[in-house]
């Protein structure tokens, strides 16, 4: 593995060497990375959006994240470490410790775009294997993948308590959802879960499963 810098004043470099590259990764390339480098070169254009993946992108349309995920948050996670840097520290360092912080950044942007290529990524929260309320959640309702049919196979993230409302008897019925993949056949479903409670007892009263809906 080679590991390149570029100064500044090596713009030219980079854009020959980004225009000859097979693909290009980033993260969050598409809403930092590009735009510095536009700015800073004059440019309009760095590199051509068909062979650019900006892998914070890609990971939030593929689960269907409602937000993007930090690089420090994925890190931590798949590969058991911080960020080396933060943006925010880059700005007061040296020339070497910001090589070394680059440097970081882009072997982790590497080793997270292989665990995406491979759907090993795993995200804040709810691996049914590993946490304990999504285990409980997959096994008590006993949910399976709703395309493969699966047994424990399905990975839950942003599940949510909705809302709350009352029912013209004084029920109260409140929403719960999310989304789940399949780590076997890779399909993304969104679960919503309805529970009702008697208004006064707070007692459950009905015994709804989550259900899938159709993505
Ligand atoms: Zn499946």
Not at 69 to 85: F, M, P, Q, V, W
Request: proline share 3%.
């Amino acid at each position: 593995m080679k590991f390149l810098y570029f100064l500044p004043k090596d713009g030219a470099n980079l854009l020959k060497l980004l225009n000859s590259a097979a693909e290009v990764i980033s993260y969050n390339g598409k809403n930092f990375d590009l735009l510095v480098l536009m700015k800073h070169l004059g440019r309009r254009r760095i590199v051509s959006a068909k062979k650019h993946l900006d892998l914070c992108e890609a990971i939030q349309t593929s689960y269907r994240l409602n937000h993007p995920l930090r690089l420090n948050t994925l890190t931590k996670i798949n590969l058991g470490k911080a960020k080396h840097t933060l943006g925010r520290e880059m700005k007061n360092s040296s020339l070497e410790k910001l090589k070394a912080a680059c440097r970081s950044d882009v072997y982790d942007t590497y080793r997270l775009w292989k665990m995406f290529k491979a759907s090993a990524l795993r995200f804040p929260g709810f691996d049914p294997r590993s946490d304990d309320q999504w285990r409980w959640f997959a096994g008590f309702y006993k949910l399976l993948c709703p395309k493969c049919g699966r047994q424990r196979t399905l990975w839950f993230w942003d599940g949510a308590c909705r809302d709350s409302v009352r029912d013209g008897h004084g029920n109260l019925i409140d929403w719960s959802s999310g989304h789940a993949k399949c780590i076997s056949c890779q399909y993304v479903a969104r679960w919503e879960l309805k529970r009702v409670f008697d208004g006064n007892s707070m007692r459950r009263i009905n015994a709804d499963r989550p259900y899938f809906l159709k993505t």
